[in-house]
């Protein structure tokens, strides 16, 4: 749809017009409201500005059986009732949106007061990624890229001036050619005098050089001679000293020995603390501590939790920037990656969000740390995010953050996606009775498809096979793809159970016909991340 809108700071007395369709009756109204959308969600140019008539001029009127040819003509929105225009805004792109709020201050009123009615922006991604302490927000929209970096003290570099300097032009001229080739030979005369001198004076060089080589030659000589006698005091000073030594460390041997029968044996030394022995021989020590010093100022009453939790914690102004945008915009897809999660950025989010939820299409937690925030405040952030698609990949620090009871797992039943691995510490996470539940109504909620992926699990043969069970028994087109690695869970049973043989997988893959609809096949295959089972229309490339 076509609309132009005229951004003219109109007067808001663009709706008293004696040119306006006449209200009879509720109906009537409803019936032109459906016409002009009708109209509107086809080709129609919307003139979104002020309509001044004359009083010669007769009302407009508008037929419902508008030919082709006449559907794409202009004509003034504020024509139209004001029952209607909201309607009209309901099937506008945001775009058109955004420009309807500079026709009249009743107009930006009107979208203002109905903003969660209208449609929002469309941002495809957006990715929350630390570095260095700071922060780094990326949006990405089908025509805008940007990032900005936040951080709450960023040290202030002077700016240095760059000067010009001036650019000056030497110009020579002469009257005529004469004194040019007068000067010529000048210099050609000068040179051959120059070349002249030069020979002479590598002669005299050459010659320098020769009686220099000469005396060269007769002082290596001495110093040759002096090196050889010098060898010589050398190698009977080595001797007196080696002598000396073995002398010295004798000595020494007797003296260790009569110390360590005179004094007991040291105890274990606490950490942090330097013993050092006192001048005079003596069995105690004197303990030093040694300070760790911090860049900040209060780093004495600061300990490494508060430091961490501080380093870690995003702004303040982050937190209302994400805010914003989950409240004007919708997000498609959420990436928090390389963070450390602490309890005071849960606690922003939750103050800044209220009522608002991180509500997308899919979140991806990435290559997180989660040693500075608590299990109950980790489970508080994963409770405000409202999403269809989920994945934990490669976080570290899971205390009991990512847990296998059955109250955690509950909140994961209603995803279409489902990706929990390589967690650290490790933990099994799921069983035979997650997969069911994980797998029920989701042939009819989902019909794109179920993705569900643990690297390490309690999931049995049992349960696995079940699951296969269940895709046979559905009548719909279901794709399902999931991949369970698990040391209680063994192919060739499965197999077994399948009626497969086993010597015959085609292309690297079992295949399940589903028995009925026979264009639907299952692919069945194991490896190193654990057994897989795939629907045909989403397989793997390399099978």
């Known amino acids: 749809m076509a609309a132009d809108v005229c ?4 007067p808001s007395t663009s709706y008293a017009t004696t040119a306006t369709i006449s209200p009879s009756s509720n109906t009537s109204i409803m019936q ?30 508008f037929n419902n059986h508008q030919d082709d040819e006449k559907a794409g003509t202009a004509f003034a929105i504020s024509l139209l009732p004001p029952e209607i225009h909201l309607h009209i805004l309901k099937h506008l792109p945001r775009y058109d949106i955004d420009n309807c709020r500079f026709v009249c201050k009743r107009w930006k009123e ?31 929209c089908s025509n805008l890229l940007k990032s900005w970096t936040f951080c709450e003290h960023i040290a202030t570099r002077p700016s240095f001036g760059l000067g010009k300097r001036r ?19 000048q210099q050609q005369q000068q040179q051959q005098q120059q070349q002249q001198q030069q020979q002479q004076q590598q002669q005299q060089q050459q010659q320098q050089q020769q009686q220099q080589q000469q005396q060269q030659q007769q002082q290596q000589q001495q110093q040759q001679q002096q090196q050889q006698q010098q060898q010589q005091q050398q190698q009977q000073q080595q001797q007196q000293q080696q002598q000396q030594q073995q002398q010295q460390q004798q000595q020494q041997q007797q003296q260790q020995q009569q110390q360590q029968q005179q004094q007991p044996s ?11 022995g006192q001048t005079s021989s003596s069995n105690s020590y004197l303990p ?91 489970h508080q952030f994963l409770q405000l995010i409202e999403c269809d698609k989920l994945s934990l990949i490669w976080l570290r620090g899971n205390h009991e953050h990512i847990n296998n ?134 397989s793997v490339s390399g099978l």
């Open 7 to 10: 951004a003219e700071q109109l």
């Open 405 to 538: 009871s059955q109250q955690f797992l509950s909140e994961f039943l209603g995803l279409s996606f489902l990706s929990i691995f390589a967690l650290t510490p490790q933990i099994a996470i799921g069983d035979d009775e997650f997969l069911a539940k994980f797998l029920e109504g989701k042939a009819t909620k989902y019909l794109e498809e179920t993705i569900l992926r643990i690297d390490n699990s309690l999931i049995t043969t049992n349960g696995f096979c079940q699951a296969i069970d269940k895709w046979k028994q559905t009548n719909t087109h279901w794709i399902l793809n999931i991949c369970i690695g698990s040391e209680y869970i063994i192919i060739d049973e499965i197999l077994k159970h399948l009626s497969l043989n086993e010597s015959k997988p085609r292309q690297g893959a079992f295949r399940i016909t589903h028995p009925q609809l026979p264009d639907e096949t299952l692919l069945l295959w194991n490896d190193k991340d654990g057994v897989h089972i795939a629907s045909n229309a989403n």
């Open 32 to 61: 032109a409201s459906q016409a002009i959308i009708k109209v509107a969600t086809s080709s129609t140019t919307l003139l979104l500005g002020s309509y001044h008539m004359s009083q010669n001029t007769s009302p407009i009127s």
């Open 167 to 185: 650019r000056t032009k030497t110009l020579t001229t002469l009257c005529n050619n004469e004194e040019q080739e007068q000067q010529e030979q």
């Open 288 to 378: 030093v501590l040694v300070p760790n010093p911090s860049n900040d100022s209060n780093w004495h009453t600061e300990d490494h939790n508060e430091r961490k939790q501080r380093e870690h914690t995003p702004s303040q102004l982050l937190c209302e920037r994400l805010a914003k945008y989950f409240r004007e915009t919708d997000i498609h897809f959420l990436r928090l990656t390389e963070l450390r999660f602490t309890d005071n950025f849960i606690d922003r989010l939750l103050e800044t969000f209220g009522t608002c939820k991180i509500r997308c299409k899919k979140v991806e937690i990435s290559m997180c740390k989660l040693n500075y925030v608590s299990p109950k405040k980790f």
């Open 110 to 140: 009107m979208i203002d007061r109905n903003s969660h009615s209208l449609r929002k922006h469309l941002i495809q991604m957006l990715e929350l990624r630390e570095y260095k302490s700071r922060f780094i927000l990326t949006l990405n």
């Open 266 to 276: 040291p105890a274990k030394l606490p950490h942090l603390l330097i013993y050092m």
